[in-house]
């Protein structure tokens, strides 16, 4: 600890001591190059040439300029420089006077004393403009132009070598600043996990990176002693509480306090009828289903889940996982998408909060609708549910090629291609066959391989979830479940077809 010759006030300030502006430098710290403006601010600093080679101090030689000494680094630092070569800087505005403790003077040029002669004085005030600094950088060497004169630089003349005021000719400066000794100061403890909301319970782990101390803690919120518990083991938090705790060690200056603030909320678990019926922003718990669609758009890996007969549109997932794979959500938020009454499931973790159950359980037997069931029914019932809607063409003309390559995208993510069917006794009964992008790895070359309608008199049934969009109901088609059989995809011949030569695939 270096010892202060004047009355002194240590501010304790991020865990080190700042000299006060009334306090001397003694001859003992270590002094670190600074290469931006913004780091230049009230303290004691070094002034070297551009060269890194030489020091100002604070010795005139003839007539008026400052003799130079050659720099002594122990590494990259200057560490306890002699009184003789460190100036205090003191800031006036956005600029600086710099003063010299061991001679009392402050550094000044003065046109009307020197007449435009090359020189630097010291003025025993700090009043005047020509007692001031102004500094820019460039790449870590430094400007000082006075304020008064602003034509005339601090600079090094390295053909005479000295420290003087000249008008550009010279060498620039570079800096370096005091650096405050560290604080004799335990570590603050550290809390695992993190503060926040929990369910039901958490296990609160403390540590302090100070070997060898001791963390004592409150639960209640209040500032903890020498009195309060020692920590020793995790804790268990079943409510909520405020955590404090603090670190100490003799010989040391006690750890600041660290707090922390753990939320314990109710857990629900439920089934997806549950969520379904439960309240919207309810977090649930551990819900499990079997997928019936993989698809979304945006990146968003979206997919469908069904189990009971209930199901839910699954937001922000993944697809880690094929249709007919049972899977749990351990943890996500259920809302409804109140434009069209569609329940969804946000998991809070996509990544890793979606666990494999059963893989291929098989999807459950769908609903049968016709064309006109389907269109008439209450979303709020349907909504994503395994359906098969029966006797079905394809109103709108099918892409070129007969449907060969384009009734399926390029891309899987180039957005939902919609395609308009109807009752095949009916032109006038419709609704929105929509195939969903984002199907994930290896998905649309599977879905090519499936059969489906070629030509708009071809009769089929098609099988999907049921979706909604501007209050009209949508049929979201199946998802393919990943084999080379043509005939487990979203569509199954009707032998109704008019013409059907389903064969092309």
């Not at 800096?175 to 550290?190: F, N, Q």
């Not at 998408?337 to 459950?364: C, E, H, M, R, W």
Request: charged share 15%; hydrophobic share 40%.
């Amino acid at each position: 600890m270096r010892k202060i010759l004047t009355s002194l006030l240590l501010v304790a300030i991020a865990g080190s001591f700042a000299i006060s502006a009334n306090a001397a430098y003694d001859g003992s710290g270590t002094f670190k190059k600074i290469t931006s403006l913004s780091a230049v601010e009230a303290g004691y600093y070094v002034i070297a040439d551009a060269s890194d080679a030489f020091v100002m101090t604070n010795a005139f030689g003839s007539k008026s300029f400052l003799v130079s000494a050659d720099i002594a680094k122990t590494g990259a630092d200057i560490v306890n420089p002699g009184v003789s070569i460190v100036w205090r800087f003191d800031a006036v505005g956005s600029n600086f006077t710099v003063y010299s403790e061991n001679a009392a003077k402050y550094l000044a040029w003065d046109d009307t004393t020197f007449a435009g002669g090359n020189y630097v004085y010291f003025s025993d005030t700090n009043t005047n403009d020509y007692e001031q600094w102004s500094l820019s950088v460039t790449e870590g060497i430094f400007s000082m132009s006075n304020v008064k004169t602003t034509a005339r630089l601090l600079q090094y003349n390295s053909s005479a070598p000295r420290f003087a005021c000249y008008t550009g000719s010279q060498k620039n400066l570079v800096l370096y600043k005091y650096e405050a000794l560290p604080v004799d100061k335990v570590s603050s403890p550290s809390f695992d996990p993190a503060a926040g909301s929990y369910y039901e319970s958490v296990s609160v782990s403390m540590t302090c990176s100070t070997p060898n101390s001791v963390i004592r803690y409150t639960l209640d919120g209040t500032t903890p002693t020498s009195a309060s518990p020692t920590y020793s083991a995790p804790i268990s938090i079943t409510s909520t509480k405020t955590v404090k705790a603090y670190a100490t060690l003799a010989g040391k200056t006690d750890s600041d306090v660290s707090s922390a603030v753990y939320t314990i909320l109710p857990k629900h678990t439920g089934s997806v009828a549950d969520v379904v019926s439960g309240a919207d922003n309810t977090v649930w718990h551990d819900v499990t289903g079997v997928i019936t669609s993989i698809g979304g758009s945006g990146g968003r890996s979206q997919f469908t889940m069904q189990a009971g007969g209930k199901a839910l549109f699954v937001d922000k997932g993944n697809q880690n996982y094929s249709v007919g794979d049972e899977v749990k959500i351990l943890e996500g938020r259920k809302t409804t998408y109140a434009s069209y009454g569609i329940v969804q499931f946000a998991p809070t973790d996509a990544v890793n909060g979606i666990v494999l159950v059963t893989a291929g359980k098989g999807v459950p037997a769908p609903v049968e609708y016709t064309a006109a069931e389907f269109i008439a029914a209450p979303i709020a019932d349907i909504q994503s549910s395994y359906v098969r809607i029966k006797n079905l063409k394809v109103t709108d003309p099918l892409p070129a090629n007969g449907g060969e390559v384009n009734w399926v995208a390029d891309s899987a993510t180039a957005g939902n291609l919609n395609y308009v069917a109807c009752d095949s006794g009916d032109a006038n009964t419709t609704f929105t066959l929509r195939f969903p992008s984002d199907l994930g790895p290896g998905s649309l070359n599977v879905w090519k391989t499936k059969v489906r309608p070629v030509k708009d008199v071809d009769c089929f049934h098609a099988t999907g979830v049921a979706a909604a969009y501007n209050n009209a109901n949508q049929l979201y088609l199946d998802s393919p479940v990943g084999t080379a059989a043509k005939f487990d995809g979203p569509f199954q011949e009707a032998p109704a077809a008019a013409v059907c030569d389903w064969s092309l695939f």
